[in-house]
């Protein structure tokens, strides 16, 4: 049996009421804590500074806030869809709870208002960090189960979209979560950022394919130049060899929203742009999830290229499949 299925002997109520009563936690909800506390807060820690936060603070607060806890259980049962040997019936009954696990947290994000008290405050910078996991995630355990594609492409750019609504979000609180137990969260490993030969010669490359797709004078040059340095200094970071996930969020914030519009559109320059961003997210392939994410949107980007910007993506398939094709 698998154990997905509730004992029957739990009245299954709604939302959280239902599972925080005294004795009516049921087997698949301790599982996915135990998962969490065990293997998931490790893989979703960044540096040592976060990882006792992720193990012991976070779970702790959860046990007093319904929609942490119900993303907790979302993204320990993504993990599980995503990282063990399950058989296709377990993991489509994973996916479909973290589905439901995520629309409770949602619901009860959306809730909260602007006036809210530090520990829900607290609570929703928890939870958007969560929701971004969930965002990568969700669309890996789906193909995968599915086995098919999909459009992770546009799929990526949600994530983006979403993530840059998460730091519009928790900017204003930062200052207090400095401030707070959670302080380690924000703390990012800092690397020199030096860009190798490779690098350098990939980032003047796109300067230049820059110049010769759009004059100076056309609306869109400043948000593709602003794009390029702000890649040029990503690369940077990940030829120094430091802790990288930090500084691949902060690329994703930091380009202008101009550039996410061109990619909405396919813009084929914008594209090519996020093929060169496709290596950043290959070298994280190792975190369940992100996994093929870099690889399967390169693929996608270079079947809607094609063979005229062929070239223009060489350096990115190279370090993705290290082959030029």
């Not at 540096?47 to 319904?66: F, K, T, V």
């Not at 869109?220 to 794009?227: G, I, S």
Request: charged share 20%.
């Amino acid at each position: 049996m698998s154990s997905h299925v509730v004992n029957e002997s739990v009245p299954q109520e709604a939302g959280y009421e239902g599972l925080a009563r005294v004795g009516q936690f049921n087997t698949q909800h301790l599982r996915l804590l135990l998962t969490w506390t065990t293997s998931t807060c490790h893989t979703i820690s960044r540096i040592n500074a976060d990882a006792r936060i992720w193990q012991e603070n976070i779970p702790h607060q959860a046990l007093s806030c319904p929609s942490l806890l119900h993303d907790i259980f979302a993204v320990s049962a993504l993990h599980l869809a995503l990282s063990s040997d399950c058989e296709r019936a377990e993991k489509q009954a994973l996916i479909e709870d973290a589905e439901a696990h995520q629309s409770e947290a949602i619901k009860m994000i959306m809730e909260f208002d602007n006036q809210l008290e530090s520990s829900k405050l607290f609570e929703s910078f928890v939870l958007s960090s969560l929701l971004v996991g969930s965002a990568f995630s969700f669309p890996l355990a789906v193909a995968t189960h599915c086995e098919t594609e999909g459009n992770m492409l546009d799929e990526l750019i949600g994530v983006f979209i979403l993530i840059r609504k998460m730091m519009s979000f928790s900017t204003p609180i930062i200052l207090r979560i400095q401030e707070s137990e959670l302080c380690g969260l924000l703390l990012k490993e800092e690397t020199q950022s030096s860009p190798s030969q490779s690098s350098q010669e990939a980032i003047a490359s796109l300067h230049e394919l820059l110049n010769t797709t759009y004059s100076q004078e056309n609306e869109n040059h400043r948000a593709f130049a602003d794009t390029i340095d702000c890649l040029e200094n990503l690369l940077g970071r990940l030829d120094g060899a430091g802790e990288i996930v930090s500084w691949s969020f902060n690329w994703i914030c930091e380009v202008p929203a101009a550039f996410i519009v061109l990619l909405q559109e396919h813009n084929p320059l914008a594209l090519v742009i996020l093929a060169h961003y496709c290596v950043v997210l290959h070298q994280l392939r190792d975190r369940w999830w992100i996994a093929s994410w870099g690889q399967r949107v390169l693929d996608i980007i270079a079947g809607i290229l094609g063979p005229a910007w062929k070239s223009s993506i060489a350096w990115p398939v190279h370090a993705v499949k290290g082959q030029y094709q």
